[in-house]
C-alpha cells in the first residue's frame, strides 16, 4: 500500500510540476496593434438583475471604438427585471444591441441561448461571457491584437474572482486558481484541457463548420468545454490562450453552500462526457490523490499516517498556486487562506464526484439530470 501511495503521488507531484513550468512558459501578450476587429460579444442572462448593472458599466467603460461591435443579450425565462435594466442603460447610448427571447430546443439553454445568436451575429468573430461578469477596458483591444499577431481560431482568456475575506468565497478562490492554473498550465505544455466560456472567443464560420453544439445538447451545462474540444480537434494548434491582464474577466463566487455544491455538481457532470482519454486519466489521478488524504484521515489513527499524505498535497500544490496567484493578485489573502482551504479540499472535491455521479442538481432555478 506505502508503495501504490508513493507511485500515486510521484505521478500527482509530476503533474503538478509539468503544469507548473507549462504556467511560466506562458508568456503574457503585450498589445503591439491598433486595428478594430469586429466583435459580436453574446451574453446570456437568467434572473441578473443584481449583477449586471456591473456588467454593462463595464461595457459603457470599454476602451474600443463600437462602431465595431455588437452585443446580443439573450433571455432565458428571466422572471426578474433583467431586459430593462439592459435596455434602460443601454437605449441612449449609441451602441449596438439586441435583447433575444432564448428558443429552447435541448436539454442546455446556455447551448441554445448562444446558437440562436450566432445564428443571427453580424460579425465572424464572436466573444462569449456571463450577465454577473465584469469586464476589463481594455478587454476587445487586448482580443483584438491578439487575433492579428497570432491568427487563432479560437482564443481562451483568463477568468479571476471577486472575493470577500470570508471561508466560503476563500475556499471557493483556491479551488478556481486551481482550475485556472491547470488551464494556463495546460497550453503550455502543449496539452490545452480546459477553458472558461466566460471569456471565450471564436470564429463563427469554424462554429457553423463544426456544427456547433451538436452531440452534446442532451447535457445541460458544458457549452465551453465541448465546443473546446472540437475545435481543438480539428484545429490544435489554432486554439490559444490570452494571457493577459487586459483581458482577464472577473465574476463573483456564490453566496452559499448549497449554491457551491450545486455549481461544482454541474461543472464536475459534464468531465465523463468528455472524448479525452487523457483528461479523464487526469482527473481520476486527482480525484484518487484526493480519496486518499480522505482515508487517512477515516481509516488510521496513526497521527503519522494521516498528517503526511494532506502535507505531501499541500506542498506539491504550492508550485502552482505561487506563479499563479501572483498573475491573478491574490497574494495577501491566499497566504491567510491557504492551509484552511487546502485542509477542506480534498473531503469537498471526494463528495463533489460522488454527487455528481448519483444525484441532479440545480441551476438557474432548473433541476437537471447529469
Given at each position: ?22 504556467f ?23 434572473n ?29 425565462d ?12 443601454l ?161 463573483f ?73 501572483r ?11 491557504y ?10 472535491s ?21
Amino acid at each position: 500500500m506505502i508503495y501504490l501511495l508513493f507511485f500515486l503521488y510521484l505521478l500527482y507531484a509530476i503533474l503538478i510540476i509539468a503544469l507548473t513550468i507549462g504556467f511560466v512558459s506562458v508568456k503574457e501578450f503585450t498589445n503591439k496593434s491598433t486595428i478594430f476587429t469586429k466583435f459580436t460579444v453574446v451574453i446570456p442572462f437568467r434572473n441578473e438583475a443584481e449583477k449586471l448593472p456591473l456588467l454593462l458599466n463595464s461595457i459603457l467603460e470599454l476602451n474600443y471604438n463600437l462602431d465595431f461591435v455588437e452585443f446580443l443579450f439573450i433571455d432565458d425565462d428571466s422572471s426578474d427585471n433583467s431586459t430593462n435594466i439592459i435596455s434602460n442603460t443601454l437605449k441612449e447610448i449609441e451602441i449596438d444591441y439586441t435583447i433575444l427571447k432564448n428558443k429552447r430546443v435541448s436539454n442546455s439553454p446556455k447551448k441554445d441561448a448562444i446558437t440562436s445568436a450566432i445564428a443571427i451575429a453580424k460579425n465572424n468573430w464572436i466573444i462569449t461571457t456571463d450577465a454577473d461578469c465584469v469586464l476589463p477596458n481594455k478587454w476587445l483591444k487586448t482580443f483584438s491584437s491578439f487575433i492579428e499577431q497570432k491568427q487563432p481560431k479560437m482564443v481562451v482568456a483568463p477568468v479571476n474572482y471577486i472575493v470577500k475575506n470570508n471561508s466560503l468565497e476563500q475556499f471557493q478562490l483556491l479551488d478556481f486558481m486551481s482550475l485556472q492554473a491547470t488551464t494556463i498550465g495546460g497550453f503550455g505544455i502543449g496539452f490545452p484541457f480546459l477553458c472558461n466560456g466566460a471569456n471565450l472567443a471564436y470564429r463563427k464560420d469554424i462554429f457553423l463548420e463544426l456544427n456547433g453544439f451538436k452531440g452534446n445538447t442532451s447535457i445541460a451545462s458544458g457549452d465551453d468545454i465541448f465546443l473546446f474540444e472540437k475545435f481543438k480537434e480539428v484545429y490544435k494548434k489554432d486554439v490559444q490562450f490570452l494571457k493577459s491582464k487586459n483581458a482577464m474577466v472577473a465574476t463573483f463566487p456564490v453566496t452559499t453552500n448549497s449554491g457551491l455544491i450545486n455549481q461544482r455538481v454541474r461543472w464536475a457532470s459534464k468531465t465523463s462526457k468528455l472524448k479525452s482519454i487523457s483528461v479523464k486519466l487526469i482527473g481520476l489521478l486527482i480525484f484518487l490523490v484526493n480519496l486518499s488524504v480522505v482515508l487517512s484521515i477515516f481509516l488510521s489513527n496513526n497521527f503519522l499516517i494521516i498528517l503526511t499524505p494532506i502535507f505531501v498535497k499541500i506542498s506539491i500544490d504550492i508550485f502552482l498556486f505561487l506563479p499563479t496567484i501572483r498573475f491573478y493578485n491574490h497574494k495577501n489573502s491566499f497566504y491567510k487562506w491557504y492551509l484552511f482551504s487546502s485542509i477542506l479540499y480534498p473531503f469537498f472535491s471526494v463528495f463533489i464526484v460522488f454527487k455528481s455521479l448519483f444525484y441532479k442538481y440545480n441551476w438557474k432555478g432548473r433541476t437537471f439530470k447529469k
